[in-house]
T-cell receptor, first 113, second 111 residues
Framework: NAGVTQTPKFQVLKTGQSMTLQCAQDMNHEYMSWYRQDPGMGLRLIHYSVGAGITDQGEVPNGYNVSRSTTEDFPLRLLSAAPSQTSVYFC????????????FGEGSRLTVL | SQQGEEDPQALSIQEGENATMNCSYK?????LQWYRQNSGRGLVHLIL?????REKHSGRLRVTLDTSKKSSSLLITASRAADTASYFC???????????FGKGTLLTVNP
């Protein structure tokens, strides 16, 4: 099993550009989520999904959109990138809906100039 | 906002010694989890302890939970250089789908 796969691993954007971070899992997990990790801030939840067609906001959702059309995929869209969105982004999934253990991808490092 | 806060922020020990990290949290929880993150990698789940449990073991890991003090500790016995990583606690409560992470403890195990 590949687990949770994130692409791209690295990306550089200019302010105002848009892009999509891809996340796919092959474990048939209902729960998927996106976190961002910044130095000294730990991990902060951006958006999460409890199943196909269902998404909700986390702690820091502004500037990001998500959708969940299939169980496997949970893309994160940056609509108009800002330097404050420079971060490492992690996708994670769980076999249990109620705060079960998370399986993380390897991360996508994004720099916005 | 962060629910869990790890202490200390950084810890440096010699191989073979024990390492203890602490986590404090503010509101009631359903469970508390510990994760490890090697430099430049994703987080890896280590252990989950439920609110009605007081202690749990997994290999060289021992986790305790004191809900009256809203705190948990992670003990790694007989540390190895390969244990060098950041360790995070994460908390979730009741019907909450959200798992909230602390800022982590950076553990360095010197050979």
């Amino acid at each position: 099993n590949a687990g949770v796969t994130q692409t791209p691993k690295f990306q550089v954007l200019k302010t105002g550009q848009s892009m999509t971070l891809q996340c796919a899992q092959d474990m048939n997990h209902e729960y998927m989520s996106w976190y961002r990790q910044d130095p000294g801030m730990g991990l902060r939840l951006i958006h999460y999904s409890v199943g196909a067609g269902i998404t909700d906001q986390g702690e820091v959702p502004n500037g990001y959109n998500v959708s969940r059309s299939t169980t496997e995929d949970f893309p994160l869209r940056l609509l108009s990138a800002a330097p404050s969105q420079t971060s490492v982004y992690f996708c994670a999934s769980s076999p249990r809906l109620y705060t079960g253990e998370l399986f993380f991808g390897e991360g996508s490092r994004l720099t916005v100039l | 906002s962060q629910q869990g806060e790890e202490d200390p922020q950084a810890l440096s020990i010699q191989e073979g010694e024990n390492a203890t990290m602490n986590c404090s949290y503010k509101t009631s929880i359903n469970n508390l989890q510990w994760y490890r993150q090697n430099s430049g990698r994703g987080l890896v789940h280590l252990i989950l302890i439920r609110s009605n449990e007081r202690e749990k073991h997994s290999g060289r890991l021992r986790v305790t939970l004191d809900t009256s003090k809203k705190s948990s500790s992670l003990l790694i016995t007989a540390s190895r250089a390969a244990d060098t990583a950041s360790y995070f606690c994460a908390t979730g409560g009741g019907s909450n789908y959200k798992l909230t992470f602390g800022k982590g403890t950076l553990l360095t195990v010197n050979p």
